[in-house]
Each structure stands twice: as structure tokens, then as C-alpha cells.
């Protein structure tokens, strides 16, 4: 797992607010689980954050769901009750009956989630495959249905990654009161910085992200050695941002200094 892997949407830019989008990317995490990659990236825009959940199967298909962060919260709650009832599972596994009569649809355990216009259905599923844990959002009025497929190994995993970014982030939908500065970026030869300015719970903080260029952004994933080189970055809390500036006011005037001299 890292937090240093860019991730989002391909077709959004690589890093603060994607085009036209007026989205700010806050944090991501990265989870390996079996043959899959799993992005959560904590995302904000003009009606508040919320987290986007993309799957990347073995053979490069993309799936997505979009959950505010309330309705995350509930979701981690889920892979709580879901990792336990899988563990149950696991230690009957010998019983016959459920080896013998396993459930026509495969379902083992099923919930819901419902959030405004939204629905999440959660579950448990099992077929030649294995275990998994299948999550699928629908809106209504023949909205477009999204769906995610978790291997059943992987919910813990899965869960605690969701609790960081929410210990860090919290679980209010609604934006921040205070207005943030906008994002500002610069070119040095052939590497850009990003200057992308964002608040959790601790308080605001600027995250400095260096960009080399010669990447296709909208292929980042495609393979790691990519994703390891593609940005690095570094997190500045609020109340030091006087103190670097001054550092770097020093590297600055040394040199005027030695040739007044």
C-alpha cells in the first residue's frame, strides 16, 4: 500500500483539480489484492468530498463507485460484519452443509446502503472463483449501475485502508467553511510542481508534488515502474508553511550574497 501512487480517473489530470472538473484530490491509497488493484482517492469538489473506489482487473478493466464519505463510513462498517461472517465461513467450510447445499444465487450474506439518490448493494458472493464481496451502485430512473468485486481475502485489508483515509479526513460530507486557496503549479525544465492546498481534521495543509515529464498520464497505470516514478510529494502543514518559506528565502539570497561580496 502507498500513499506516493497517483491515482483517479484517467482522463483527469495527474494531480490537484482535474480539468473543467473543479475536483481537488486529498489523499489515495493503493491496495494489491490477488490479481486486482484497488484506488481509493479522497476527493473534493464544490458540494463537499467524497472517495472514488476503482477496481483494476488482471487484464486492465476499470470499475468505479463514488461514495460520499458518510456513506463510506457505513461501508467500512459492513466489511466488518462481511470479514466476520467470511471467517465463519471459512472454519465450517468442512461442515456438509455447506458443502452440500451451497445458495442458488450464490449469495452468502447481502446488505444495503442508501444515501440521497443512491443505492449500494453489498454482497457476499461465492462461485467457482471463490469468495467475494460484490458492491454495486445504482441510481434511479435508469441511471448507470456500477459495480466492484472484492475478493473475500481482501475485506480487512480493504477496510482498514477506508478507516485511515476517514480517521484523516472524517466522515462530513459537507465542505470545509473556510474557502481554500486554489491550486497553482510551475515547470522547471522537465519536471512540474503542484501546489494543491486541502484541510482533514488536524487542519490545513499544502502538498508540494513533483512531476516528471515524459509520462502519459492517462497510462500512469499501466505498468510499476510508471506508477513508482510517475510523483512524489511531500505534505506541509499550515503553521510551518512561514518557516519553509524562510528556508528557502536562505538558499535564495546565498547567492546574491557571494557576488555582492
Do not use: C
Not at 473543479?22 to 469538489?45: C, M, P, W
Not at 471467517?87 to 452440500?100: G, Q, R, V
Amino acid at each position: 500500500m502507498s500513499d506516493r501512487e497517483l491515482s483517479g480517473d484517467e482522463q483527469q489530470q495527474p494531480q490537484g483539480q482535474g480539468a473543467g472538473s473543479g475536483e481537488q484530490e486529498l489523499a489515495t491509497r493503493t491496495l494489491h489484492i490477488q490479481s486486482k488493484r484497488f484506488y481509493l482517492d479522497v476527493k473534493q469538489n464544490r458540494r463537499g468530498r467524497f472517495i472514488k473506489v476503482a477496481e483494476v482487473g488482471a487484464g486492465g478493466k476499470k470499475s468505479r463507485l463514488l461514495l460520499a464519505m458518510s456513506s463510506a463510513a457505513e461501508f467500512r462498517d459492513y466489511l466488518t460484519d462481511f470479514s466476520e461472517h467470511y471467517a465463519s465461513l471459512e472454519d465450517n467450510d468442512d461442515s456438509p452443509a455447506n458443502t452440500e447445499n451451497p445458495p442458488e444465487d450464490g449469495k452468502l450474506k447481502s446488505e444495503m446502503i442508501v444515501k440521497d439518490n443512491r443505492r449500494y448493494y453489498l454482497d457476499l458472493k461465492e462461485n467457482q472463483r471463490g469468495r467475494f464481496l460484490r458492491v454495486s451502485q445504482t441510481i434511479p430512473r435508469g441511471g448507470p449501475r456500477s459495480q466492484i468485486a472484492i475478493p473475500a481475502q481482501g475485506m480487512i485489508e480493504f477496510r482498514d485502508a477506508l478507516t485511515e483515509l476517514l480517521d484523516e479526513f472524517g466522515t462530513d460530507d459537507q465542505e470545509p467553511q473556510s474557502e481554500l486557496p486554489e491550486s497553482r503549479s510551475m515547470r522547471v525544465e522537465n519536471k512540474m510542481f503542484y501546489f494543491d492546498v486541502g484541510s482533514n481534521r488536524r487542519g490545513v495543509y499544502m502538498r508540494v508534488s513533483e512531476v516528471v515529464s515524459g509520462y502519459d498520464s492517462r497510462n500512469y497505470r499501466s505498468s510499476p515502474q510508471v506508477r513508482n516514478n510517475f510523483r512524489t510529494a511531500i505534505t506541509i502543514p499550515e503553521r510551518s508553511w512561514a518557516r519553509f518559506r524562510d528556508v528557502l528565502s536562505e538558499f535564495v539570497d546565498r547567492p546574491e550574497k557571494k557576488e555582492s561580496q
